[in-house]
């Protein structure tokens, strides 16, 4: 990913000015969170209401060895109209995007640059609670999504990579002759 | 529905926390050379605490019905921030007046202003516009080629947009602000007679 030179320097800076921002595909209307105090309306005219660190995302990570972890939003003390589309159908979020940027800021605070995506799931499963707490009921809701592509870990394979698919493929080619039983191949060095 | 307005008159502070503007910030683990990445999305926002004495019966009448009326902080209200010894100096009779020169944008952190019976205007007042409060960050300039006119910059970003010739109150700044602690406010009368409590609020996002 390119950075712009003042995102660069910011980065390789004391001070970093930057923000999560989360976009919720909701059917009925998509509703932006982030994790700021205040609203935070981006050039394009999207809005983003300020959620004061009361939100927490988990699972944003390199995939490894082909594996999709599954992203988890946690927002405690949710507004009215968040948690009145948790309660509503699943046709509300099943299967709708969610999009996570990062948002840089100057010194002054204002937007630096536009948005990049962080990451991208559909949402799967929204569940809300509310919780006792000495301080009154507390309430949270969390939303599962999964990255788009975690389907096709369901899916067979297609092909494999044997010395019958290789030449199947390609005639004659003998890439994959040894791949059966390389586990067992000794090679002495020198 | 007009929020309600904190009784500055009845229930004065015998105690204050001034307003802080409570930041958000992440400090990173210390690198090899020592240095320490801080990071903030924001800057955060106003909390501030207030002790009183509550001796007289107007005062102890005033203050158990806001508080029983804020309902433990689910409703905002509107509180002065106590800061008269900082405002500026008026340099008339006449009240202090300072206006917005051009539109404020919802975001914005610096703000052009014309004054009119009022003395400079420094680093650390306080100011509302619409009930929400700001303070300076700057010593306000003066803009060339006029004598009452100046910008500064101020934080927190502004809360909303404001048009041209909004009121910006420096005389009395107000916050617009809920309980911190649903059990703040509880009252504790000595004798049946007087009592001292207590305030914890935060800035309040109602209306926003």
């Not at chain 1, 969390?142 to 297609?158: F, G, S, V, Y």
């Not at chain 2, 910059?153 to 910006?168: D, G, H, I, W």
Request: aromatic letters at 10%.
């Amino acid at each position: 990913m390119d950075f712009s030179a003042a995102i660069e320097a910011q980065l390789a800076g004391y001070t970093v000015r930057r923000g999560r921002l989360v976009w919720f595909d909701f059917a009925s209307g998509p509703i932006g969170v982030w994790n700021g105090w205040r609203n935070l309306t981006l050039p394009d005219g999207r809005k983003f209401l300020g959620m004061r660190n009361l939100g927490s995302i988990e699972g944003i990570r390199q995939p490894i060895n082909g594996a999709t972890p599954e992203l988890l939003f946690t927002v405690t003390g949710v507004p009215e109209t968040f948690l009145a589309k948790a309660r509503m159908e699943a046709a509300e979020y099943y299967n709708r995007g969610v999009w996570i940027y990062s948002q840089f800021f100057d010194a002054d605070l204002q937007p630096l640059d536009s948005p990049f995506v962080e990451a991208f799931g559909l949402m799967q499963g929204l569940r809300a609670k509310r919780q006792s707490t000495p301080e009154g009921f507390v309430r949270t809701v969390t939303l599962t999504a999964e990255n788009p592509l975690a389907t096709t870990k369901r899916r067979p394979r297609n092909s494999y990579m044997t010395d019958t698919d290789q030449k199947q493929r390609f005639p004659g080619d003998r890439g994959a002759e040894n791949v059966a039983g390389i586990e067992q191949i000794l090679i002495r060095f020198p | 529905m007009a929020l309600l307005r904190y009784n500055a008159t009845l229930l004065k502070p015998k105690q204050l926390t001034v307003p802080f503007l409570k930041p958000m910030l992440v400090i990173g683990p210390t690198a090899y050379g020592g240095g320490k990445q801080r990071g903030a999305p924001d800057v955060g926002g106003w909390i501030m605490d207030l002790t009183l004495d509550i001796v007289t019966k107007d005062q102890e009448l005033a203050w158990r019905g806001m508080v029983t009326a804020l309902q433990g902080g689910l409703n905002s209200f509107v509180i002065g921030v106590f800061d008269d010894r900082q405002a500026p100096v008026q340099t008339t009779l006449a009240a202090i007046d300072v206006k917005l020169t051009s539109a404020l944008a919802e975001g914005a952190v610096t703000a052009a202003v014309t004054v009119t019976n009022g003395a400079a205007l420094k680093t650390g007042m306080f100011f509302s516009i619409a009930d929400r409060l700001y303070q300076l960050t700057t010593d306000a300039a003066p803009v060339a080629g006029f004598t009452n006119r100046f910008t500064f910059k101020f934080l927190p970003p502004a809360r909303e947009a404001a048009a041209s010739a909004a009121v910006c109150n420096f005389a009395d700044p107000t916050m617009t602000a809920a309980f911190a602690d649903p059990m703040t406010g509880m009252l504790k009368l000595g004798r049946n007679y007087f009592g001292e409590s207590t305030l914890q609020v935060e800035e309040a996002e109602y209306g926003l």
